[in-house]
């Protein structure tokens, strides 16, 4: 996300580009500084030669709905480099700041419903993307039948993921 005044509106009520929500991992790009972003508190991982790091990101907080990255500053090419559909429209003019705002919210709710039904299923470790604690939450342990909650979950997922895909991935 770009330095921007719509930015600070818009992204310090969402977090989702931050909190596992649209993203499993960030990958570090040439120029970012792994030892740096280490020091700062990321916990930056290297598989096949690629340094990336997990989602939901230890620099995201979120305090009573408002949402910050702790490295701001210092955030990695790829954090500054995104600029999700919705903000996009924003600074382009295309949307209003209403809308996107709203759009946000509807998003936002939707994981909140997710995270409640999955919540009743299983307990999920929270430090990795809400995809892949769904797809934990529906893994059945053997022998156990699919509950009318597993379905529920599948259903609210896939809205979410449809919604994510419409109104924010790009
Ligand atoms: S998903 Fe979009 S609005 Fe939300 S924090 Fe990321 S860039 Fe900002
Ligand atoms: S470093 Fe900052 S901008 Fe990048 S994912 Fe983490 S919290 Fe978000």
């Not at 921007?4 to 931050?18: A, K, N, P, V, Y």
């Not at 120029?31 to 020091?39: E, M, V």
């Not at 990695?76 to 382009?92: H, I, N, T, Y």
């Amino acid at each position: 996300m770009r330095d921007t005044t719509e930015t600070e509106r818009l992204c310090s009520g969402c977090g989702m580009c931050c909190d596992g929500v649209l993203f499993h991992t960030v990958e570090l790009q040439t120029g970012d500084q792994p030892r740096k972003l280490s020091a700062l508190g990321l916990k930056i991982r290297k598989q096949k030669g690629v340094e990336f790091f997990l989602q939901p990101c230890s620099a995201h907080r979120e305090v009573s709905g408002k949402c910050s990255c702790l490295i701001y500053e210092d955030r990695p090419a790829r954090c500054r480099a995104f600029d999700c559909r919705q903000l996009r429209g924003v600074l382009s003019g295309e949307v209003t700041e209403e809308v996107a705002l709203e759009k946000i919210r509807a998003a936002r709710e939707k994981v909140s419903q997710v995270t409640v039904i999955m919540g009743q299923i299983a307990e999920t470790n929270p430090n990795r993307s809400l995809t892949h604690r769904v797809a934990n939450a529906l893994t059945l342990p053997k022998g156990a039948d699919q509950t009318p909650l597993h379905d529920e979950l599948k259903i609210a997922m896939e809205d979410l993921e449809a919604l994510l895909v419409k109104d924010f991935r790009v």
